[in-house]
């Protein structure tokens, strides 16, 4: 895929590197975000990232003059220098890489994360005009071709931004074929690695301007530091630097800079060739380690691994795509945390303890886990780790039996009740001070499909669920209809008062319907359920979290935090819900060929013609709710790629999920 330069604007790229640390930018290269790095890393995979490199300017001697390959934003909202004006195209294929014209020529500038490594690699090459020289011996007219790149340095945390002090420490250790920089104490160090020369001119740069914090409401303004530039000579050859924490053994690699770039992106191009989709590669970004074992991180640039995010993204990732040793080893390094039936839902960036926040992930886990044993009964060769497994769903069954944090409870009417004021446990979950903005305490609806498809799924191993789950669905079936507006009420028993209910109309009724394993609802409440919601919450981003002329709905995602927390679930458009609505469709309308082929190009053909916007290869986290459903919040989000990547299974994609599937499930 080449992007042209008319439709940058916006678009960003995601190199991840499969430990929790990442490099990401734009396509015109300017960067909007304090997230944007060249080599951002987790110090803890997969938390405690760290910024160490920002970015950097590059600039080519001709004969022309000396040309900018590069775009800073300063405050209070200045271009400088002019490289974009020079930027051709940009592809993200297999890398990111960028096309700038210069006199007699152009300059081909790549990147790349090698996978499970704290690095990134850049590199430089001269491509002659046609008919000029390519030996690097001739220039066509170009003139003297030498590259300087001045990079920008921080060591800072990846949420904060950094200011000009005087504790910086400019001066690097010098070591074969490049530098070594200990910016600050506590900060891991920088290697650099290079095939050109080094020259030391320390300097801060101030007033770095990041537009996408300044819309968002947060701070936008940062200084870095610039110790010095790197010359290199593309007449003589493409220019190589590699950045690194220096744990990785890359500092021991025997060869030359040039020798260990050529390494590891041939290492890189194979493991990426395995993939038969940048759909399918874009899913294992979000697979990485947490100490010995794995776990997913929820979206980038600003999420780490969250409880309900993980085990509702496995269910594409991973079950979707055949990688059932990385499910297992996820689920396995989930069971050690239930804690009185909870899992945590947060694991905070700083080695803070986990937080036991949410009423729905726990169920989530139960869900993942019978559909991953399920789907392991394929491989009679895998070892599933069953019983630590089952011992964790049991616990979590048993803990909500009895009773357990925020009064999250199995109540007389076999139904699962939860919430206490001031706390958020349900996926919508925006929080303003101490002010929960959709509280829903009470006997919330898709939390009761959940439970109940937890009790109905164990039952089939242990039967002592079987009568609660028979009582429950029956309770649900009572309760929960809502004949005036024919769906589903969004909670019963509101603020624990019974027979009180929430009759807005919300998307979390769909998972009665589809989405979950178990049948809940008789075919023709079914019916209507999804056709209601069809008809007042689908967008062609997925489902609208209130529908219009509710109370409270908002039409656009925008504005300061307060803003943005309070139209988070109150309308805006969430697109990993797609996949349990289409779920719901074929439920209704029949599984057939016809109709799988009739929701695709009908439910799901629309979301991919939006795929690559803003984050290239990914989904968003968001959209508004109202066209053109410009998308918002986090650009690169595992729930949402996952349930696109599961859409695609259940509706009978051609091609193969992955090309050497046996092969990446050795791998990792």
């Not at 890393?41 to 900018?68: K, Q, W, Y």
Request: proline share 7%; with cysteine; glycine share 10%.
């Amino acid at each position: 895929m080449t992007v042209t330069k008319g439709l940058m604007s916006g678009a960003e790229w995601l190199e991840a590197d499969g430990l929790g640390g990442f490099a990401s930018g734009t396509a015109e290269g300017i960067r909007t975000r304090r997230y944007h790095a060249a080599l951002l890393v987790a110090t803890a995979p997969p938390s405690g990232r760290m910024v160490l490199v920002n970015g950097f300017d590059a600039e080519i001697e001709t004969a022309a003059g000396r040309l900018a390959l590069s775009t800073q934003r300063y405050a209070p909202g200045v271009n400088a220098p002019d490289g974009t004006t020079r930027l051709e195209n940009f592809s993200p294929e297999p890398w990111p890489q960028w096309i700038y014209a210069v006199p007699g020529g152009k300059i081909l500038q790549e990147l790349f994360v090698p996978h499970e490594t704290t690095s990134v690699v850049l590199r430089w090459r001269w491509e002659p005009d046609e008919g000029g020289a390519r030996n690097g011996k001739e220039t066509s007219g170009a003139g003297p071709l030498k590259l300087d790149v001045r990079p920008f340095f921080s060591g800072r945390d990846f949420h904060a931004t950094h200011h000009e002090n005087g504790a910086f420490r400019f001066e690097p250790e010098s070591v074969p074929e490049g530098e070594r920089w200990h910016f600050y104490d506590g900060v891991p160090a920088v290697l650099v690695r290079r095939n050109g020369t080094y020259h030391h001119e320390p300097v801060w740069y101030r007033n770095f301007l990041y537009d996408e914090e300044l819309a968002r409401g947060l701070d936008a303004v940062e200084d870095l530091a610039a110790p010095g530039r790197y010359a290199f000579d593309l007449a003589a050859g493409p220019a190589t630097l590699i950045f690194s924490a220096p744990d990785l053994g890359l500092d021991s690699f025997a060869g030359s800079a040039t020798e260990l770039a050529e390494s590891l992106a041939k290492k890189e191009t194979a493991r990426r060739s395995a993939f038969s989709s940048p759909r399918l590669r874009a899913a294992k970004d979000y697979l990485v380690r947490r100490g010995a074992g794995r776990t997913i991180i929820a979206g980038y640039p600003w999420f780490g691994d969250w409880g309900r995010d993980t085990f509702i993204a496995l269910r594409g990732l991973c079950l979707a795509t055949g990688r059932l040793r990385e499910a297992r080893d996820i689920l396995t390094a989930w069971a050690g945390t239930v804690s009185q039936g909870m899992l945590p839902n947060r694991f905070p960036d700083h080695g803070e303890p986990p937080e036991y926040n949410s009423v729905d992930a726990s169920l989530w886990y139960v869900i993942a886990v019978h559909e991953f044993l399920a789907a392991a009964k394929a491989e009679p060769k895998l070892e599933t780790q069953t019983p630590a497994l089952m011992a964790a769903t049991r616990a979590i069954l048993c803990g909500y039996l009895r009773g357990t944090r925020y009064g999250i409870r199995c109540d007389a009417d076999r139904l699962l009740a939860c919430g206490e004021p001031g706390v958020q446990l349900t996926w919508m979950d925006a929080k303003v001070d101490d002010r929960v903005i959709t509280p829903r305490i009470g006997k919330p609806v898709e939390v009761q499909a959940l439970w109940l498809n937890a009790l109905a799924l164990s039952a089939r191993e242990d039967h002592q669920w079987r009568a609660i789950f028979t009582q429950g669905c029956q309770s649900f079936r009572e309760r929960f209809w809502n004949e005036a507006r024919s769906c589903l009420y969004d909670v019963v028993d509101v603020d624990h008062q019974p027979g009180k209910v929430d009759d807005r109309l919300r998307p979390n009724q769909i998972f009665a319907a589809g989405g979950l394993p178990v049948q809940l609802l008789d075919p023709d409440k079914e019916a209507q359920v999804v056709q209601t919601v069809e008809e007042k919450l689908w967008t062609p981003l997925g489902l609208r979290s209130l529908a219009p002329g509710e109370p409270g709905y908002c039409p656009r995602y925008e504005g300061g935090p307060l803003e943005r927390n309070e139209a988070y679930h109150q309308g805006t458009v969430w697109p990993w819900l797609a996949g349990p609505f289409v779920e719901a469709w074929l439920r209704v309308h029949g599984s057939t060929p016809e109709k799988k082929a009739e929701a695709r190009q009908k439910f799901l053909l629309p979301q991919l013609l939006r795929f690559d916007l803003p984050g290239l290869g990914h989904v968003p986290e968001i959209a508004d709710a109202e066209p053109p459903h410009t998308a918002r919040g986090c650009p690169f989000q595992a729930w949402s790629l996952g349930e696109i990547v599961r859409l695609e299974k259940i509706l009978g994609d051609e091609r193969p999920m992955m090309s050497t599937l046996g092969k990446e499930n050795e791998e990792t």
